[in-house]
């Protein structure tokens, strides 16, 4: 408790003095009365103990929230399904309204002639196996994170040796 004389420096409470001074003994410690206090009691009942009231609670009735929520919910959904139908009529009225004419009739296009391939059996000729082992090579170097003339040199040769591939092919 601060004292009277404000020059006074505070003093230390020990553990058995109250830090609310003369004010502790007007309540009542411990129990299902924690912060009443005593002389809110009835002097009738001196053990400390609350009187019974003198009328019975009234309890308040519920209110019917479920249903109230339920509404909400109700109207919010009916509210997002009658959002997206009239986005989907906009949406439909514009895409016809671009278009006044109406499309054209597609006509059946005769299909191209297909390209034979001829396809000869035996090994690939020695050119394209020397393209391939370049282009190994370069994908190396590039994984590898090899970034040099190496690199050049590989990718020039293979260029080569694609055309030769193409060549000997032919």
């Known amino acids: ?6 020059d006074e420096a505070p003093k230390r409470l020990s553990s058995d003095e109250s830090l609310w001074g003369n ?5 009542k410690r411990g129990g299902p009365a924690f912060g009443v206090r005593v002389d809110e009691l009835p002097p009738e009942e001196p053990s400390g103990t609350l009187a019974r009231p003198s009328r019975p609670l009234e309890v308040p009735e519920p209110r019917p929230r479920r249903r109230r929520l339920l ?12 959002l997206l139908l009239v986005g989907f009529l906009l949406g439909a009225a ?3 309204a671009g ?4 499309r054209p009739v597609t006509q059946t ?15 690939p000729p020695p050119e394209c ?9 370069a994908i190396a170097y590039l994984v590898g ?13 293979f260029v080569e040796s694609r055309r030769a591939c193409q060549a000997a092919v032919r």
């Open 109 to 123: 296009v005769a299909s191209p002639p297909s390209t034979s391939i001829v396809v000869r059996p035996g090994p």
């Open 99 to 102: 278009t006044r004419e109406p």
């Open 23 to 27: 004010q502790e003994s007007r309540r």
């Open 129 to 137: 196996l020397v393209a391939m082992e370049r282009a190994d090579a």
């Open 71 to 82: 509404r909400v919910d109700l109207l919010i959904a009916v509210a997002a399904v009658a």
């Open 145 to 157: 994170q090899i970034r040099d003339q190496r690199l050049s040199d590989t990718i020039q040769e």
């Open 94 to 96: 514009v895409t016809r």
């Open 1 to 6: 408790m601060a004292s009277e004389h404000p």
